[in-house]
């Protein structure tokens, strides 16, 4: 299938510091493009993949799982490890439990992380169901476009396939337990008001990393897709600084791509 106008990949060869983000369940990399050409323009390597089963239609994401979605952004990580002597790792809710799973596996080869409302469970009664209702049920409403800012609008799926739900819900069992192998600088933005990951997931997650380095915005004026709402400014520049206190040197600016 084709990739939805937008939600393509993006690559840009920078310097010699490189950042891998990792994109949201049924989202796209479109939720975190405008973060990425920020990056690119600063001079840094950028990676922002597409992770499989996404950004085309909801029937290709139910044919695929955690493992699948964790795959790509590893393969990417490596890609970057060759050519950067340091690697940070960003992510916007599921995309931010991927990039905690990177960081508790990989150790100092991830030099920090930045996590925007990143999701740690999937709460209710429908999170008991699933294991059961994704056999009957195929498909539930979508969580896309939870955007406060007036036209703003995220790439994603209208429909959330249960199967992915389900698995996505087991990798955050899995994650859960990986927590306090996390031991990076990190710097945590968040939405008092989102409608799709509540507060509790950074706080859980903030309990449990072993990160002495931590720091914690909250954001006032966003909700859930923050990197595409009125709050997205400072998700940016809050993240550059956040490279440039850890990796004070940056290369020379390099050209960008798409694809």
Known sequence: MPVLPGAEPYRHEGGEVGVLLCHGFTGSPQSLRPWAEYLAEQGLTVSLPLLPGHGTRWEDMQITG???????????????????????VFGLSMGGALTLRLAAKHGDAVRGIVLVNPANKVHGLAAHALPVA???????KGIASDIAKDGSVEIGYDRVPLHAAHSMRRFFQRL?????QVTQPLLLLHSPQDHVVPPADSARIL???????????????????????HDA??????????IGRLAPSVGKEGTATGG
């Open 176 to 180: 859960d337990r990986e927590l306090p």
């Open 66 to 88: 955690w493992q699948d979605w964790y795959a790509e952004v590893e393969r990417e990580l490596h890609g970057l490890l060759e050519r950067c002597t340091e690697v940070f």
């Open 207 to 229: 309990s449990r990393v072993s990160s002495r380095d931590v720091t914690e915005i909250l954001l006032e004026q966003s909700y859930h897709v923050a990197t595409l709402d």
């Open 233 to 242: 400014d400072r998700i940016f520049e809050e993240s550059l600084a956040f």
């Open 134 to 140: 994704r056999h009957f049920v195929r498909t539930t």
